[in-house]
């Protein structure tokens, strides 16, 4: 296990009604910017208790809405520009990673004099942000508790993570009863974009690292026993509170300390959504199990071995026979989600897949198994 140095400043307020906190907002001034997406927040009635509750604590509100599924940068930069002109102090997000993220970027872009996508390109240049509060309604990216997000730039075809120790957020909100109105597509795709979390994790050359694979399993455990039953029973409280909760601890550094790898899954699907503008959990779902095909070897089949006897309680001692099994589990898993389960499915063909695996290659180094352009591109062909 390597030397890490674990830290969480997020207070997490988990349950129903745990929204009335938002007044504790007044500790960081008066003036707050509310960040969210479409109108599914006013259609559940999220946004008309929110402004309650900002008001009775005293606080004036300015909005950035619309924010993408995919967030823009053109969006940020709106955002960085309201928090200037009208001096304001946080930034509270009320909605998914998506709204999250642009609500981070927004945050430090606010206290950067250059422009915002700096920020995206050149995590380092994150020095400081405005306080970061969180409401969170779908369970999937784990932002509500880390340091990262996710911007693009849809006239460059980018999507680029950052992070910074400055965009944890300084209180996140999770009450699991916010995500019963979540679509069918978007659970999935959540539940999918959780299990890649915690995938990418778990599949490290760190030796020993026995306690972060043991968390990694339990969450895996957890997502395959209820992603299914969110799926059928939408208000199911125990359900949505579980996946929600994974989808916290998946990404907040409690698998990854000590047992640190780089992502390389990621950063292929963040292709297909910079030219495509697909869901992300989508094409994580499509091409984790082609990724796996690619990366089982005889190198690496005790670890693949290792999550099909602990995650999917498969038997037997073909440790290449449980290896390949562990993959068609996940595979089967995916499809027992309806997600889709090739690039073919969501309008993806050869046009863009050069340049894709060429742009993907520089975010996979330092991979569990090391990837070219080559070995990315043999990837997509596979997936289509």
Known sequence: ????????????????????????????????????????????????????????????????????????????????????????????????????????????????????????????????????????????????????????????????????????????ILDPEYTYTVSAKQTAAGTADIMSHTLETYFTAVPDAAVQARFCEGLLKTLIQYGPVALKEPDNYEARANLMWAGSLAINGLCKGGAEVTWCVHPIEHELSAFYDITHGEGLAIMTPYWMDYALSDKTVSKFAEYGRNVWDLTGDDDMLIARQSIACTREFFKKLNLPSALSEVGIDETHLEIMAEKAEKGCEGAYVPLTKEAILSIYKAAL
């Open 1 to 172: 296990m390597n030397n890490f140095t674990y830290s969480i400043p997020t207070k997490i307020y988990f349950g129903k009604g745990q929204i009335e906190h938002l007044t504790e907002l007044k500790e960081s001034g008066r003036r707050v910017l509310l960040v969210y997406g479409g109108g599914s927040i006013k259609r559940a009635g999220i946004y008309d208790t929110a402004m309650k509750l900002l008001g009775e604590a005293g606080l004036s509100v300015f909005e950035l809405s619309g924010v993408e599924p995919n967030p823009r940068i053109q969006t940020v930069r709106r955002g960085a520009g309201i928090c200037r002109q009208e001096n304001i102090e946080m930034v509270l997000a009320i909605g998914g990673g998506s709204t999250i993220d642009c609500a981070k970027v927004v945050a430090a872009a606010a206290k950067y004099d250059g422009d915002a996508w700096d920020l995206v390109l050149n995590p380092e240049l994150i020095k400081e942000a405005l306080p970061i509060y969180t409401v969170l309604t779908l369970a999937a990216t784990g932002s509500e508790m880390d340091q990262f997000a996710v911007i693009s730039d849809m006239t460059k075809n980018e999507k680029w993570g950052t992070e910074g120790e400055c965009l944890k957020p300084k209180m996140s």
